[in-house]
T-cell receptor
Framework: SQQGEEDPQALSIQEGENATMNCSYKTSINNLQWYRQNSGRGLVHLILIRSNEREKHSGRLRVTLDTSKKSSSLLITASRAADTASYFC????????????FGEGTQLTVNP | DTGVSQDPRHKITKRGQNVTFRCDPISEHNRLYWYRQTLGQGPEFLTYFQNEAQLEKSRLLSDRFSAERPKGSFSTLEIQRTEQGDSAMYLCASSERTPSTGELFFGEGSRLTVL
């Protein structure tokens, strides 16, 4: 079963707007990662946040983690048409060894 | 190209046939993962190797599925007696042995269509 659930399932915005995606998970984690997938392609790692971190930035990306609520959010600022893709959160549980468990994903469409 | 490579990229087969996918990870990575992804869903974990040892297998990996990594380098995923429900994208990923991070590097995937 999937560990993470992303919200919303689909998001459509205009270029220049910010996009926020949320992820909830069920068990204690070691870290949480966000990946991007263009249609029909492999996944690309975006950013990792450890369980003892609350916020992390990378370029136009901002990730937050609230372990008390078992949730994370990914903010993409000043979106571009090229940001159109599916975005997945993935968790590494404390007790699952090396397995990364992915959520269902959010399909982001950025309209030019 | 020093990324993860998968072959073939596309495979169409008839129900009941066997198929094999190959994955070549990034050369210095000793961990290798197989995931399966159906349309509109997130990747589902199948199995992972550390060097040549298969350390974890999902319950999704039925007895028709077998994965090997004989010399700790490339890996193969074989599906015997394919069924229509096996139609999916099969993704391979590799990572370094770094417990505190574990970022995965994915290949482009092998898309299987079972007719």
């Amino acid at each position: 079963s999937q560990q993470g659930e992303e919200d919303p399932q689909a998001l459509s915005i205009q270029e220049g707007e910010n996009a926020t995606m949320n992820c909830s998970y069920k068990t204690s984690i070691n870290n949480l990662q966000w990946y991007r997938q263009n249609s029909g392609r492999g996944l690309v790692h975006l950013i990792l946040i450890r369980s003892n971190e609350r916020e992390k930035h990378s370029g136009r990306l901002r990730v937050t983690l609230d372990t008390s609520k078992k949730s994370s959010s990914l903010l993409i600022t000043a979106s571009r048409a090229a940001d159109t893709a599916s975005y997945f959160c993935a968790t590494r549980r404390e007790t699952s060894g090396s397995r990364l468990t992915f959520g269902e994903g959010t399909q982001l469409t950025v309209n030019p | 190209d020093t990324g993860v490579s998968q072959d073939p990229r596309h495979k169409i087969t008839k129900r009941g046939q066997n198929v094999t996918f190959r994955c070549d990870p990034i050369s210095e990575h000793n961990r290798l993962y197989w995931y399966r992804q159906t349309l509109g869903q997130g990747p589902e974990f199948l199995t992972y190797f550390q060097n040549e040892a298969q350390l974890e297998k999902s319950r999704l990996l039925s007895d028709r599925f077998s994965a090997e990594r004989p010399k700790g380098s490339f890996s193969t995923l074989e599906i015997q007696r394919t069924e229509q429900g096996d139609s999916a994208m099969y993704l391979c990923a590799s990572s370094e042995r770094t417990p505190s991070t574990g970022e995965l590097f994915f290949g482009e995937g092998s898309r299987l269509t079972v007719l």
